[in-house]
């Protein structure tokens, strides 16, 4: 119970800082980091809708999309209806390559984990 206590306290921390951080760098880091957190803690309602707002932001860099789909994908069958809404939807709307074949390569992770 502790480490889901910590976890979920990480995990609302990393989320915060994802919206508010402006260095893309640590952007990034971030997306990986509560993907990796989630994957590992089972707790990550508030990473999933971060990451979902992360992927979804017109205004946001390429390389931080790519890596909230990553994360997404790693979160399997628990990245829930809203992150695979949010996966399907960049795999069809989004423009880059490669934000797209991430998105398709999440879907398929969390649906193999379903």
């Given at each position: 119970?502790?480490?889901?206590?910590?976890?979920?306290t990480?995990?609302?921390?990393?989320?915060?800082?994802?919206?508010?951080?402006t260095?893309?760098?640590?952007?990034?880091?971030?997306?990986?980091?509560?993907?990796?957190?989630?994957?590992?803690?089972?707790?990550?309602?508030?990473?999933?809708?971060?990451?979902?707002?992360?992927?979804?932001?017109?205004?946001?860099?390429?390389?931080?999309?790519?890596?909230?789909?990553e994360?997404?994908?790693?979160?399997?069958?628990?990245?829930?209806?809203?992150?695979?809404?949010?996966?399907?939807?960049?795999?069809?709307?989004?423009?880059?390559?490669?934000?797209?074949?991430?998105?398709?390569?999440?879907?398929?992770?969390?649906?193999?984990?379903?």
């Amino acid at each position: 119970q502790i480490g889901e206590a910590v976890g979920h306290t990480g995990m609302a921390a990393l989320a915060r800082s994802l919206e508010t951080e402006t260095s893309e760098a640590v952007r990034q880091r971030l997306a990986t980091s509560i993907g990796q957190l989630g994957a590992e803690c089972h707790t990550g309602d508030v990473g999933v809708q971060a990451l979902v707002k992360a992927l979804g932001r017109r205004d946001e860099s390429l390389h931080v999309k790519m890596r909230a789909a990553e994360a997404l994908g790693m979160f399997g069958h628990r990245v829930g209806e809203a992150g695979a809404v949010a996966l399907a939807k960049a795999l069809t709307m989004e423009k880059e390559d490669s934000v797209r074949l991430r998105a398709a390569t999440a879907l398929g992770r969390c649906s193999d984990a379903a």
